[in-house]
T-cell receptor, first 115, second 113 residues
Framework: GAVVSQHPSRVICKSGTSVKIECRSL??????MFWYRQFPKQSLMLMAT?????????EQGVEKDKFLINHASLTLSTLTVTSAHPEDSSFYIC???????????FGPGTRLTVL | AQSVTQLGSHVSVSEGALVLLRCNYSSSVPPYLFWYVQYPNQGLQLLLK??????LVKGINGFEAEFKKSETSFHLTKPSAHMSDAAEYFC???????????FGTGTRLTIIP
């Protein structure tokens, strides 16, 4: 299967600071990447769809000015949580679409804790 | 619009017994269906997928699933459970591979020694 990495795997920050999370497709190019959020013992909820070279498409209820997404290359998408608050603490998971297999592959996730 | 229902948030089976995890879907177009497995504090690993080819799909680790259009189901099975199968399992649906996945609420599988 395809390999998707995320960095960092865990981050703890103070309230009010910004945090950047990277999602990389290591062995394939991904024109489309997705960002999901998962609360404890719950399912994944899509936050936004990221297309290389264009603006991200956000799901209803997701603040685009708070969750900044940049998909600057075919192997890298970043999610920046701006002015993070404790309620932003969550597990953030990205996926990358591999066209040849018509399948999304997921990264290992980033656990964000905002104090 | 797509939706997924996973019956049973927790399933326990004995080691060596049959594993059956249920998934029913709703889709306005022929769906792509996926099963993913998640181990604690990790991302999702693809187990198998259905994309309008064979209705019986074989995946990794001995899992398989059967697409039944008449029942709008895509149940996951494994003939003999192993301790390493203990994890959270998610069923997901999408109209196309490059569109968002809609996930079920997940089923936590526990294996009894």
């Amino acid at each position: 299967g395809a390999v998707v990495s995320q960095h960092p795997s865990r981050v703890i920050c103070k309230s009010g600071t910004s945090v950047k999370i990277e999602c990389r497709s290591l062995d394939f190019q991904a024109t489309t990447m997705f960002w999901y959020r998962q609360f404890p013992k719950q399912s994944l909820m899509l936050m936004a769809t990221s297309n290389e070279g264009s603006k991200a498409t956000y799901e209803q209820g997701v603040e685009k000015d708070k969750f900044l997404i940049n998909h600057a290359s075919l192997t890298l998408s970043t999610l920046t949580v701006t002015s993070a608050h404790p309620e932003d603490s969550s597990f953030y998971i990205c996926s990358a679409y591999r066209g040849g297999e018509d399948t999304q592959y997921f990264g290992p996730g980033t656990r964000l804790t905002v104090l | 619009a797509q939706s997924v229902t996973q019956l049973g948030s927790h399933v326990s089976v004995s080691e060596g017994a049959l594993v059956l995890l249920r998934c029913n879907y709703s889709s306005s177009v022929p769906p792509y269906l996926f099963w993913y497995v998640q181990y604690p504090n990790q991302g999702l690993q693809l187990l198998l997928k259905y994309t309008s080819a064979a209705t019986l799909v074989k995946g990794i680790n001995g899992f398989e699933a059967e697409f039944k259009k008449s029942e709008t189901s895509f149940h996951l099975t494994k003939p003999s459970a192993h301790m390493s199968d203990a994890a959270e399992y998610f069923c997901a649906v999408t109209p196309f591979g490059n569109e968002k996945l809609t996930f079920g609420t997940g089923t936590r599988l526990t294996i009894i020694p």
